[in-house]
């Protein structure tokens, strides 16, 4: 099975503070995915990338950049956070388009 | 941007009804679809693809009607552990998928 890691369950920050969130998938995906969630609002795009050091804005690129140096390894960066960026994130994977992702476990940042 | 729209419910029904979710999508050119089922505070799982034929996965029944444009899911002989958010997914020909917002599924004793 493919494995999506993300190395936190639950973080929790303050206003300010640049944050790293580390996704890890280990079946040799193309594609790499982030997103955020949260309530009625669905799932939200924030970046993604289609091959080592590409990475394409999604719908809501604004306080966030993105770092793919090796395939494996997709890095969510919040730059200055801010408390409207407590959120549910998920990074996702899949081997190419129009394939389904599988998703981590998904970190829930908070920011305080 | 392309849409998925889904009625978010909930939708609350007894152990052992049979319980159907209706999803639609705006783009024609769409190649491939899901359902994808998430449990509370946990990532979204596939629940299955959705082929052009219909396709059964024991007690559920996805269905696509692409005149229509619309995607369904059947749960036969709901179980209390059916209780989820169900997820429409399409794919075109972009990187991304395009996510439904849901629907939320309550089964009761």
């Known amino acids: 099975d493919v494995k999506v890691t993300q190395s936190s369950r639950y973080l929790v920050k303050r206003t300010g503070e640049k944050v790293f969130l580390e996704c890890v998938q280990d079946?040799?995906?193309?594609?790499m995915f982030w997103y955020r969630q949260d309530p009625g609002l669905g799932l939200r795009l924030i970046y993604f990338?289609?091959?080592?050091?590409?990475?394409e804005k999604g719908d809501i690129p604004e306080g966030y950049s993105v770092s793919r140096e090796k395939k494996e390894r997709f890095s969510l960066i919040l730059e200055s956070a801010s408390t409207n960026q407590t959120s549910m994130y998920l990074c996702?994977?899949?081997?190419?388009?129009?394939?389904?992702?599988?998703f981590g476990s998904g970190t829930r940042l908070t920011v305080v | 941007r392309k849409e998925v729209e889904q009625d978010p419910g909930p939708f609350n029904v007894p152990e052992g009804a049979t319980v159907a979710f209706n999803c639609t999508y705006s783009?024609?050119?769409?190649?491939?679809f899901f359902w994808y089922r998430q449990d509370c505070r946990k990532e979204p799982k596939l629940l299955m693809s959705v082929y052009s034929s219909g396709n059964e996965d024991g007690r559920f029944t996805a269905q696509l009607n692409r005149a229509s444009q619309y995607i369904s899911l059947l749960i036969r002989d709901s179980k209390l552990s059916d209780s989820a958010t169900y997820l429409c997914v399409v794919a075109d020909s972009g990187y991304a998928l395009n996510f439904g917002k849901g629907t939320s599924l309550l089964v009761t004793p």
């Open positions: 783009n024609s050119a769409s190649q491939s």
């Open positions: 079946m040799d995906h193309e594609n």
């Open positions: 990338s289609y091959d080592v050091k590409m990475k």
């Open positions: 996702a994977s899949n081997i190419d388009r129009p394939y389904g992702y599988t």
